[in-house]
């Protein structure tokens, strides 16, 4: 994982990391290269999804541009049994 190899919206430093200060950049790369699904979302972003063992249980949400590096936002959601619901989709 190389931080400089991603880069993060003005958007997700001063708004996303302020609200949700106890998130860690790392951990949306973390997501990004080896997440459990991923989806196009409307105005060509894309959505990942992945476990994070710091945030007990929880799955992360990270929303990137189209380049797929470039990371916009991110959500901790659900528990184990979103997880699962994530990986039965088709």
């Known amino acids: 994982m190389n931080l400089k190899n991603y880069g ?9 990391l302020r609200k949700r ?4 950049k790392e951990w949306c790369i973390s997501v990004i ?5 991923v989806e196009p979302q409307e105005n060509n972003r894309f959505r990942f ?7 007990e249980g929880y ?16 959500f901790p959601i659900g528990g184990l049994s979103h997880e699962i619901e ?3 989709r088709n």
């Open 49 to 55: 999804w992945g476990s994070i063992p710091e945030l």
């Open 86 to 88: 994530l990986l039965s």
């Open 8 to 16: 993060f919206t003005e958007y997700f430093e001063k708004e996303v």
């Open 59 to 74: 799955v992360l949400r990270v929303i990137t541009l189209s380049d797929k590096k470039t990371i916009i936002m991110h």
């Open 21 to 24: 200060s106890y998130l860690k």
């Open 33 to 37: 290269e080896n997440p459990l699904r």
